[in-house]
């Protein structure tokens, strides 16, 4: 059963926008909180913005100001707007939900994780 499916991945240049998407399913979009968590090659996942079920997001220090969360009722559907992309961007994306407790930039706090969609950010 998938529960969580993440879309929009691309290529860009740097300075260009994506938009990424999470489609979950009912009960998960509705009841937990959700997160964006991105793992480039040879490094940690590291969580990168957060929204709680009331939706309050909250965003690490490196994407303030450039990473917007949002997300859609009606489509069960979490998105993460990335604007004035870098190359340090440039990683796997996850969405994650069902968040247990604990920090919640911690990866292992998260009990759904979605297979992941490529950002490539070129200079």
């Known amino acids: 059963q998938v529960r969580l499916a993440e879309s929009g991945g691309d290529s860009v240049q740097a300075g260009g926008s994506l938009r990424l998407s999470c489609a979950a399913s009912?009960?998960?979009?509705?009841?937990?909180?959700m997160a964006w968590f991105r793992q480039a090659p040879g490094k940690e996942r590291e969580g990168v913005a957060t929204?709680?079920?009331?939706?309050?997001?909250d965003y690490v220090d490196s994407v303030k100001g450039r990473f917007t969360l949002s997300k859609d009722s009606a489509k069960n559907t979490l998105y993460l707007e990335m604007n004035i992309m870098k190359p340090e961007d440039t990683a796997m994306y996850f969405c994650?939900?069902?968040?247990?407790?604990?920090?919640?930039?911690?990866?292992?706090?998260?009990?759904?994780w979605g297979q992941g969609t490529q950002v490539t950010v070129s200079s």
């Open positions: 009912a009960d998960i979009f509705s009841n937990y909180r």
């Open positions: 994650a939900a069902h968040f247990t407790g604990g920090s919640y930039w911690n990866k292992d706090a998260y009990r759904h």
């Open positions: 929204i709680d079920s009331r939706g309050n997001p």
